[in-house]
């Protein structure tokens, strides 16, 4: 892959006056949905005084990098204790199933007498673009193949018809070395609603890329899929952005070294990056990512150039 991300600068980190006690810090895991031309609704999980975390949203003109409007007030909270989502809201991605958007999350449980987890849950992503619960029940909660914690799901259609997942599976909370193996997994449905899992499709590697989170999966200009996602490597490092290839989605080879973009020498994201999203605009290829503390400073831009 001789293409390399050229990173244009932060685009929005949030401010504690006058946020909405809902968001006042952080701007994790960004969504962009088009809203015309070449601007954006940019959907984002901030946090409240007790870090957990409900949708944001802000307006972007992509080319011109510039903020046009930030909303306010949250798009959907965090819900009510005992909910699957008690804790937190992290956003996946989009897909479209009979006319309807359907937005997936994460959705975060913290018990007090026990370790975090997560399901994945759907919001409805209405005409006006606000969101709406699908069902107060987990869309994808644990079972034999997840039987611990998800997180962070991708979906995308197949060019054959039905849609590809790829989402998050904890397999072990310290595999050995005081990190966790969260794996990618893959599940298959034709018709958006209904998931047969098929298990582990992106191999990992004790000690250099064994804790994996928020994949982002666009179709390769060669033929085949390409993936961007966040992983540690289990020897004390902090996130940073892998790439991954597959012919057909289900059998993928892990490339770090191809993912092309890196943290900085100073900085918001000089720490670490993760959580990336990348969308094509205009015949340019996008990635928008996180850098340090989660997404405590923000999110950035940045685009694809070379062949």
Known sequence: ??????????????????????????????????????????????????????????????????????????????????????????????????????????????????????????????????????SDAPFMGVDIVDPISLSYPCVLERSEGGYHMWYGSTKTWDAGNGEMLHVINYAISENGHLWSREGLVVPYELGRAQAFSRPTVARSDHGGYEMWVSYRSGSGEKYRIGHAISWDGRKWELTLNEACIDVSTDGWDSEMIEYPFVFDHKGQRYMLYNGNGYGRTGFGLAVLFGE
């Open 1 to 134: 892959m001789s293409a390399k991300w050229q990173k244009l600068g932060l685009l929005y980190c949030p401010s504690r006056d006058g946020s909405h006690p809902k968001l006042l810090s952080h701007a994790a895991n960004p969504l962009p949905v088009q809203l015309e031309g070449d601007v954006y609704r940019v959907f984002f999980s901030g946090r409240d005084a007790d870090n957990r975390s409900s949708v944001g949203a802000v307006d972007i003109d992509i080319v011109k990098r510039k903020v046009i409007f930030e909303h306010r007030q949250p798009f959907f909270q965090h819900g009510p204790e005992g909910s699957f989502y008690a804790d937190g809201v992290s956003i996946g991605n989009c897909y479209t199933v009979n006319g309807i958007q359907y937005m997936l999350f994460m959705g975060w449980q913290s018990p007090k007498a026990g370790h975090w987890r997560g399901d994945v849950g759907r919001l409805i992503v209405q005409s006006d673009l606000t969101l709406k619960l699908d």
